[in-house]
């Protein structure tokens, strides 16, 4: 598309929380290449979700705004065990009316910047529903390789079980 | 080797809590191989894991014991969330006194049975390190096939950054 979007990409902040609870709650229902449903916190839960993750030099709570609405999400999770703390898992979602302006390619862009600034993250992970094909392309457009396709990799609400894509990004 | 062991597999009872937390101690002191440090749980957080894991249909907790005591202890995981919760993750560890026997090969025994009567699970998969080729070997034996090597799946004590494989077995 030609049309371009004013956007604002930022870490997310405490007061945040309210919106990106609904956020992830519109994303539940109109996207069907989610992972895992989102967890239903409460506001003062994500607030301090939103803390720790800022305070954490492996987690990361980045949002794309369009007129001061929330339209994207993206967020790197790592374990805090010693021998997994390296290890970043990504998660991103975007509101479907804001697909394909090149949203999730600005904030996979952020990820990587900020995972290559980290000193601590040196392999970037995610999961991805095979069928969702234009998700894949735009992991493979900014570098990452596909690791294997994992057979009946998740449960779709029709009850098939679907292939799961593994990809990652070495991080230097 | 040609000696045999008499073994008693069965499932974890709550009351094993103090004893499988002493196994996990010893285990994570004499063998480089393990994915994740054990968590530091105390007695009754572990009886209280050992029940959940009883209750669920997609959870095991299965241990094997020589004269009276504790040697081998295999898990297997998964998520509450439906869209994964026929995706069982297994874990299993047992005392370096005790390898070269066959007990690997029976607990995975147990597990797959077990799997297959389940009903839920219709996936199995497993991280074991790259160079733990005698553990590889065995998760082959039993049927196991791999999907990835990925690279830098893991940080030794050295700092190293190690390979991890990825296998699976499809339960029907």
Redesign the interface.
């Known amino acids: 598309m030609n049309e371009t979007l004013d956007v604002i990409l930022r870490e997310a902040r405490p007061n945040d929380a309210g919106n990106i609870i609904q956020f992830l709650k519109q994303v539940s229902k109109e996207t069907p290449y ?4 989102t967890n239903d916190l409460t506001i003062e839960e994500e607030r301090e979700y939103i803390e720790i993750s800022n305070q954490r030099l492996n987690s990361l709570l980045f949002i794309a705004e369009v007129n001061d609405r929330l339209v994207g999400v993206a967020s790197v999770t790592a ?1 805090q ?7 970043g898992e990504i998660g991103i979602s975007i509101l479907k009316d804001y697909w394909g302006f090149g949203l999730g390619k600005e904030l996979m862009h952020e990820i990587i910047r900020w995972a290559e600034q980290s000193t601590i993250i ?2 970037l ?1 995610l999961t991805v529903q095979e069928r969702n094909q234009r998700a894949i392309h735009l992991y493979e457009a900014v570098g990452f390789k596909t ?10 609400d029709s009850g098939e ?1 679907l292939d799961v894509r ?1 990809m ?1 990004l ?1 991080i230097n």
């Open positions: 989610l992972l895992s449903k374990s065990h010693e021998q997994l703390d390296h290890v040196r392999r992970e690791e294997a396709t994992m057979p009946r990799g998740i449960k779709i079980l593994l990652s070495m």
